[in-house]
């Protein structure tokens, strides 16, 4: 019997999840169907409900329920109780739902990729919502000797950057109080999708540095064009994408896929459009 997975999100017609997973599926011999499902914005719970009703295994969560996906879950993996969102759920055989979250674990393995060493690197990320939160434990875990996290309302980074201090070296502020140099700049805000660019000095990368954005496109974000300009190496969020998909589906199924040739594809269809 074919078990049943989706993404849930509004909009979701735009996702690249059905086409990542089903890669995955055929590589590891799983029997799945995996689908993208608009949930309604007032009752993601009830879509939830009726898709765990209709013989649903576990979903993917994107914008904009993963707080509520946090809300409604009978437990919680530690990354994702931290995190305070949920972007996978599984349906245990008690019928009792799962939340875990694997943004953060799809960066780090995405940086790895690229040849990005975190250890003993001095780390700037920009912004402080829900996108942000999801990778600093990862980040911290990886052992770099700092992490300033900088946003347009500096208390909000301020307050979020307290809720990580204990998992190591972190600070939150202001974006007038960004004094680089850093070895790696991670984009969490929104402002990619706008075409704007946080105010931010020229001197922000060290010699070598990396800059990511967890944006992705056929084109390079306004970001990571900025910062290729300075010398930084730009990479764009497609691999996280990709890498966080393949986590899910080993909660899911306890296999990991292997992802090069997956991300290669989707590469290629981005840029055939």
């Not at 599926?25 to 009752?43: S, V």
């Not at 972007?87 to 953060?104: A, I, K, Y």
Request: glycine fraction near 14%; hydrophobic fraction near 45%.
């Amino acid at each position: 019997m074919t078990d049943r997975y989706c993404v849930f999100g509004n909009p979701i017609a735009h996702s690249k999840s059905p086409m990542i997973h089903a890669a995955f599926a055929e590589q590891t011999g799983e029997d799945i169907d995996y689908t993208a499902m608009e949930a309604p914005l007032d009752d993601f719970a009830g879509a939830w409900r009726r898709f765990i009703a209709a013989g649903g295994r576990g979903a993917n969560v994107t914008v904009p329920f993963k707080e509520q996906a946090f809300t409604l879950c009978d437990t919680l993996s530690e990354r994702a109780r931290r995190a305070g969102a949920v972007n996978t759920l599984v349906v245990g055989g008690d019928g009792h739902t799962h939340g875990d979250t694997t943004d953060g674990v799809g960066l780090v393995r995405d940086l790895e990729h690229h040849g990005v060493d975190l250890t003993g690197a001095r780390i700037l990320v920009l912004g402080a919502g829900g996108a942000v939160r999801g990778v600093l434990e990862p980040l911290l875990a990886a052992g770099p000797v700092s992490i300033l996290v900088a946003n347009r309302t500096g208390s909000k980074a301020e307050a979020l950057a307290a809720d990580f201090k204990a998992l190591g070296v972190i600070q939150g502020g202001g974006f007038e109080a960004v004094t680089g140099p850093f070895d790696l700049v991670v984009n969490g805000t929104s402002a990619s999708l706008s075409g704007d660019l946080p105010p931010l000095p020229d001197d922000l990368f060290a010699e070598g540095a990396t800059a990511y954005d967890m944006m992705y496109g056929a084109e390079p974000t306004v970001f990571l064009r900025w910062a290729g300009g300075l010398g930084a190496l730009p990479i764009d969020g497609l691999g996280m994408l990709v890498e966080q998909a393949a986590e899910s589906f080993l909660l899911w199924r306890g296999k990991r896929p292997l992802t090069a040739a997956v991300r290669e594809r989707l590469r290629r269809v981005l840029q055939t459009k």
